[in-house]
Every structure is written in C-alpha cells, then in structure tokens.
C-alpha cells in the first residue's frame, strides 16, 4: 500500500537529471534543493515518430542514466523541445541556425513540450517510474534583424529548447504563453506535485523546517 502524502519524513535524495539552470533555479524557487547529476545521454540518438515524444523518451534516458551509484533516491528526468508546424526545435548548433529559426518563429505560435519522468529508487533499483508530458503554446513576437542578430551575440539562445528563453533576454520576444510558464522553463511545478503524490510522496516533505517550527 501506498503511503499517504506527507506521512513520512522525506529520507530519499532528490535527484534532478538535469544540467539546465533554469530547472534547478525553478525547484529551488519552490523549496526544494535538488541534487544534480548530469546523465551525459547522446540526445541525438534518441528518436521518436513527433517531438512531444522524443521529449518524452529523452526525459526518461536522462533520468535512468544517473541511477547508477543511487541507493535511495526519487529521480526527475526533465526534456523540453519546441514544436513549430510539426517540426522539432531543440537547442540551436550555431549562431547561423539560431537566427535562422528566429527568422521562421517570429510572429507565429509554437509549442513548447516538456517531458517529464520521476523514477524512485530503492536499494539501487528502479521500483516506480512515472513519464508525463506538459506542453504549452507560445506565440512569439516579431524581433527585427537587429534585435535577433543582438539576441544571438549573447550566446543565450544556444543552450535553450527553441532558441529562446521566457524568464531570460528571450523574454523581450514572447508576446504571450496558452498553459503552464513552468513547462516553458523546464518543469511544470503542478504535473511534478501530481507525479510525486502518485508515489505517495509531497513536495513539502522536502521543504527546508523553519527555524523554531513544531517538529
């Protein structure tokens, strides 16, 4: 049987299989001190039939990648890719394609897909593994060549699903979002609570006591 939400103390490790800042920034906005470990996972080699997919699968193989060494551990594997008619946006190779898919985002909406996977880890095994998908529209504004040209000198939009950020430079050039501003950064705080409830765990059972507070 599973454990109501909060009943225990939280022993196991967080771990986020994760190298983006903005994750870790948005978890620990939101109490949590996440342990990262970067899986190293060829993403290229991933391949699935539609981005929401793919980002799904990519989530999945970062978060099984760290297990290893784990002995008792609730893991987060988190990928996140742009989709535009169909096709997929993941980080940029160059400043040349940076510009180029700006140059076919502006003015239009998109669609942002994060996926999510939360593994729990007992004894150095996997014994839950929940995937879950977030996707949000973003509809994009019209930079002129000079602002984009700008925008990609910063180096910002290479390291970033689409090209852009929301809660970066990139902000400047988002008109609006249709969903979650989380799935946009690289988690959905919402779908991850769910996540966590469904393994009989909360995210308040890693939320740092208060100085005083009632045991």
């Known amino acids: 049987m599973v454990p109501p939400a909060g009943s225990r103390p939280a022993r196991d490790r967080f771990v986020l299989a994760s190298a983006s800042p903005a994750r870790r920034r948005l978890l620990e906005s939101a109490g949590l001190r996440p342990e990262v470990l970067v899986s ?14 793919r980002a799904s699968v990519l989530a999945a193989a970062k978060a099984r990648a760290v297990v290893p060494g784990l002995a008792h551990a609730i893991v987060l594997g988190c990928d996140s890719l742009l989709e535009l008619d169909g096709v997929e946006y993941g980080k940029p190779a160059d400043a040349a394609q940076a510009r180029a898919w700006w140059a076919a985002m502006a003015g239009r909406s998109g669609v942002l897909h994060t996926g999510h996977c939360l593994l729990r880890v007992h004894g150095g095994a996997v014994t839950a593994e929940l995937r879950a998908l977030a996707s949000t529209t973003v509809h994009f504004g019209c930079p002129d060549p000079a602002e984009i040209a700008a925008y990609v000198a910063t180096g910002e939009p290479l390291g970033v699903a689409g090209g ?40 308040t059972d890693w939320w740092p006591a208060r100085p005083g507070a009632a045991p």
């Open 164 to 203: 852009f950020t929301l809660d970066g430079l990139g902000g400047w050039f988002v008109e609006r979002i249709d969903g979650d501003h989380g799935t946009v950064l690289g988690l959905s705080l919402p779908l991850l609570r769910a996540m966590l409830r469904e393994l009989g765990t909360s995210p």
């Open 40 to 53: 190293g996972v060829d993403e290229a080699a991933v391949t699935a039939e539609t981005p929401g997919e």
